[in-house]
């Protein structure tokens, strides 16, 4: 791979994706609505609106590059058009998808628990589709669809000091402050990946022949409990737990059951992950 296209890539693993490849020598092009600045001094940029089709097209005419990597695609009508537009373009499509197309089965889940190749397809806009749908969607257009071959890489919730959607700060915020927090379940477990091993995964996945879903997570899983121990442990405060089943209630993580994946076809591929209770005590300290 000497060129990619990141649509994306200006905040949170995006921007780690960008890095990896740079790192890489690799010649990136990272292509945005404008609103954000890129972070790079040393990559090329493209303007486009991903909702407008005329501007989709007409932004990479002519254009091709080795793979490229898709942050930002929620939707079939999303995918669609990214099929239409990246035709003869590239060699390897890369989407970013999520555990988040698996139904909850409390049990380590796999790559043919969700098969996007039989999927019923609906055109519809993103607006149209929950999260969960818009992503299963998007992986069917693209896996049932598309001339070139594609990697639906499918991550668990992201951690990292860049965190836009600051989830984990919320529970380290809730414990200092002594406020109650709901849950589900304290047994739960739940599988993470921090946001440098994210982005290095997407890059390195490019550099592979593999094409189809796989599942990218860090080593080992954690309940909820352990993961407000280690809350805990950082800040000097016992953490407030009320069990309840009120959705009004909930917050970011109160799954009722474990949503954990598996990364042994990653593993199987070669690709080397860290231990999740290595790096996430870590984190959970830089965040206070």
Not at 132 to 159: C, D, H, M, N, T
């Amino acid at each position: 791979m000497k060129t990619a296209l990141v649509l994306g890539g200006t905040r949170f693993f995006g921007v780690k994706l960008v890095q990896s490849l740079l790192d890489n020598g690799v010649s990136v092009t990272v292509a945005t609505r404008g609103n954000t600045p890129i972070p790079f001094s040393e990559v090329e940029s493209i303007q486009f609106d991903r909702n407008n089709v005329e501007s989709f097209h007409s932004a990479f005419e002519g254009r091709k590059w080795d793979a490229i990597f898709d942050q930002i695609c929620y939707s079939s009508i999303d995918a669609r058009n990214a099929i239409e537009v990246f035709e003869n373009k590239t060699k390897k499509y890369i989407f970013t998808s999520t555990l988040s197309v698996y139904d909850l089965h409390d049990r380590e889940l796999y790559e043919n628990d969700f098969d996007p190749y039989s999927y019923p397809i609906k055109l519809e806009e993103r607006e149209d589709f929950n999260y969960q749908e818009g992503k299963r969607q998007a992986e069917a257009v693209f896996f049932q669809k598309a001339s070139f071959p594609v990697v639906a890489v499918r991550f668990p919730i992201v951690l990292g000091e860049n965190d836009y959607t600051e989830r984990m700060i919320y529970y380290i915020n809730k414990v200092i402050d002594e406020e109650t927090i709901y849950l589900r379940s304290l047994e739960a477990a739940i599988s993470f990946i921090n946001e440098d091993e994210a982005g290095k995964f997407l890059s390195w996945i490019g550099t592979t022949d593999f094409h189809g879903p796989i599942n990218t997570c860090t080593n080992g899983t954690v309940t909820l409990k352990e993961f407000l121990a280690y809350i805990e442990e950082a800040t000097g405060k016992k953490a407030k737990v009320e069990i309840s089943q009120d959705d009004e209630k909930q917050t970011p993580y109160a799954i009722p059951s474990t949503w954990t994946i598996s990364n042994q076809k990653a593993l199987d591929l070669g690709f080397q992950f860290q231990n999740l209770h290595e790096w996430l005590p870590e984190l959970i300290r830089k965040s206070i």
